[in-house]
């Protein structure tokens, strides 16, 4: 069964003109500010709006904040004091992704249902053993809870079941019946399925193990479709025209114009091709925002994915085990078996550092994360938050052995050897073949390489 209209149990709130109230323009830079409840200056917009149910007029509270791996997003919520309703959404108000995200999440008890939910209005939400779907577009944004979702779902279906029991009898039997069999679901007898799919890349599930790995929930980052990006309003890039000749890259700097992740301000990219050192050439991408003073930095693979997958377990013992070179690819996924870490693949994104910079840039993106150190964190989970950062502590200063293991499917990532072309003592590298799984992530199974040029592939 699918949900194809809204599922509010009301209409949503009309905006009219702005309260007389004087209010100070704040400056371009300071409308997204992070979100923190110790932060005083940040205070929602209010906006004297009309309310569709009782047709006098409420209020709208605009907050413009900034989550951590979904950038800006707009927080409203409307009230109306004659009438009571109440009516709240999210909006994204930063860029697309550059790929699209499904988490697929096994509930298995009561706690699972508890757990924050970003679902924008692109996304699409399953319940396979139910056979139920709610469409892309037919939600707003919501920041809500596994069975925030579930409720909503339910009121959407009830809303206009007054009608149905009036005009069409037998089908308003039948929604009752599964609209029972949704609210046993928030009881959580047996495990379900809960799948989210969205092409925009904005939404977001809850781990409450981080920084340990969740076995409950998986998250799958792909490449759009073309139908997916007209959905979003993307145009297609054009094929690009082919050159006579094969320009040398390798001894320029290419520069190109583009916009601050951070501010949206003008900035400029540098764009590097790479040889490293007994493995292959990589492209180095680096942008500097003279606005905010924003840097980043990139790696991309410079040529094809391997043939076999590759797996690199490096055991650090001494302090200068830090200062070695490591390539990081988007495919890669890192693992820290002493602190029982495990870092997802495009996470992070490709990153050419050293391990320690590395290490420091895994610590900052676990303990600056609200979700888990916000108000409604719990104590366990903030104690194995402090215990994690002072074990990867002990690792930087050198007071603690470790393992640190890279695996990539694609076989694009590398770490320094320096005992080169020897082989080094502390690092074991193994090759390995990709599973069904790893090709249908790395878009491999689909992809055809022969008899591509006349459109018909060879006989098998």
């Known amino acids: 069964m699918a949900v194809s209209g809204p599922v509010e149990p009301g209409p949503p709130a009309a905006a009219a003109a702005p309260s007389p109230a004087p209010a100070r323009a704040p400056a371009p830079e300071d409308l997204f500010r992070p979100i923190s409840a110790e932060d005083e200056e ?10 569709m149910n009782c047709y006098r007029n409420g209020t709208t509270r605009l907050l413009l904040t900034k989550i951590p791996f979904f950038r800006e997003i707009i927080v409203s ?37 508890n757990r924050e939910v970003v679902k924008t209005d692109s ?13 892309a577009f037919s939600q707003k944004g919501v920041l809500t809870t596994v069975e925030g979702l579930i409720s909503r779902a339910v009121s959407g279906l009830e809303q206009d079941q007054p009608a149905r029991r009036a005009n069409e009898k037998a089908v308003a039997e039948r929604i009752d019946k599964f609209i029972v069999k949704l609210k046993e679901l928030k009881q959580v007898a047996s495990p ?26 998986v998250i799958t980052h792909y490449n759009r479709t073309l139908q997916q990006e007209e959905m979003l309003g993307l145009q297609a890039e054009a094929p690009p025209e082919e050159k006579p000749e094969e320009e040398d890259l390798r001894n320029e700097v290419l520069q190109f114009n583009t916009n601050c992740p951070e501010c949206n301000a003008p900035a400029q990219t540098n764009m590097k091709l790479v040889q490293i050192p007994h493995f292959k050439e990589v492209i180095i991408m680096a942008t500097n925002c003279e606005n905010c003073g924003h840097r980043t930095n990139e790696v991309k693979s410079g040529g094809a994915v391997e043939p076999l997958g590759t797996k690199i377990t490096f055991h650090i013992t001494d302090p200068l085990d830090l200062t070695r070179d490591v390539l990081k690819s988007e495919t890669c996924s890192v693992e820290i078996p002493e602190l029982e870490f495990e870092l997802g693949m495009a996470i992070l994104g490709g990153k050419f550092t050293t391990l320690e910079g590395l290490l420091k840039d895994i610590q900052e993106l676990v303990t600056k994360n609200p979700f888990t150190l916000g108000d409604s964190s719990n104590p366990g989970q903030v104690e194995k938050l402090q215990e994690f950062s002072w074990k990867l502590d ?12 890279m ?36 878009g491999l199974n689909d992809m055809k390489t022969e008899g591509y040029e006349t459109g018909l592939a060879p006989q098998r």
């Open 394 to 405: 002990q690792i930087l200063q050198g007071n603690m052995k470790a393992h640190f293991i």
């Open 42 to 51: 940040q205070q929602p917009t209010e906006i004297e709006s009309l309310c």
């Open 407 to 442: 695996n990539d499917p694609a076989g694009n990532s590398y770490f320094q050897n320096v005992y080169a072309p020897e082989d080094d003592p502390q690092m074991k590298v193994e090759h390995y073949k990709r599973t069904f799984d790893q090709n249908e992530e790395l």
């Open 77 to 113: 919520s409307f009230s109306c004091e004659h009438c009571g309703w109440n009516d709240t959404e999210i909006q994204s108000a930063g860029r697309i992704q550059d790929q699209g995200v499904r988490y697929i999440l096994t509930v298995r008890a009561q706690e699972d249902m």
């Open 192 to 217: 379900f399925t809960l799948i989210i799919d969205d092409p925009s890349g904005n939404s977001f599930v809850e781990n409450p193990h981080a920084p340990q790995k969740d076995h409950a929930l």
């Open 123 to 135: 996304a699409t939400t399953r319940i396979p053993e139910l056979d139920f779907e709610i469409p």
